[in-house]
C-alpha cells in the first residue's frame, strides 16, 4: 500500500514515535512525507520515505494530487486542532480523501486502528480500486 505521512510541527514528535512503534508494519509498504516530517521518520526508523516539499512550500499540494490521480491508499496527517493557520490544508487534504475514498486518520487513535486493520487486511480493498502495476 501506498501510505502518507503528514505532520504539524507540534505534532511531528508524535509522528516519529507512532512510526517507531509501528514501524514493523510500515516497513512493509511505500511511504511517502511532506519533508520535515518525512526525514525525521526516516532518521529515527530506518525507512524508506519518498520526500516532498514542505507542506508551506506545496507538499500539501504534491500528496493532494497523489490522492486525486488514486496513487495513495492511506493517508496519516497529525494535525494540531489547536492551530487554526492550518485548519485549510487540513480541510482539503480530507476533502481529497472524502472524495476519493481513501482512510484518513487526524490524530494517533484513528491511525493505530487503520494500521492495525491494514496489517489485518481490512484496508486490502483498496488493492481492488487501486490495483498495483
Known amino acids: 500500500m501506498n501510505i ?3 505532520a504539524h510541527d507540534r505534532k511531528k514528535e508524535l509522528m516519529i514515535q507512532f512510526c517507531i512503534a509501528y514501524c514493523g508494519i510500515l516497513a512493509g509498504h511505500n511511504l511517502c512525507a511532506t519533508n520535515t516530517t518525512g526525514r ?4 529515527a526508523t530506518g525507512l ?6 514542505p507542506c508551506s512550500q506545496g507538499g500539501d499540494q504534491q500528496i493532494g494530487a497523489r490522492i ?3 496513487e495513495l491508499d492511506l493517508v496519516l496527517f ?11 490544508e487540513v480541510s482539503n487534504i480530507q476533502h ?3 472524495n476519493y475514498n481513501i482512510p484518513f486518520a487526524t490524530n494517533v ?3 493505530e486502528v ?3 486493520g491494514m496489517k489485518d487486511g481490512y484496508l486490502d480493498w483498496r488493492d481492488i480500486s487501486n490495483p498495483k502495476k
Request: include cysteine; charged fraction near 20%; glycine fraction near 0%.
Open 48 to 53: 524508506d520515505v519518498q520526500l516532498y516539499l
Open 40 to 43: 525525521l521518520v526516516a532518521e
Open 68 to 70: 486525486a490521480y488514486n
Open 78 to 88: 497529525f494535525c494540531d486542532p489547536n492551530d487554526r493557520s492550518k485548519i485549510m
Open 96 to 98: 481529497l480523501c472524502d
Open 114 to 116: 487503520l494500521v492495525r
Open 109 to 111: 487513535a484513528t491511525a
Open 4 to 6: 502518507a505521512l503528514m
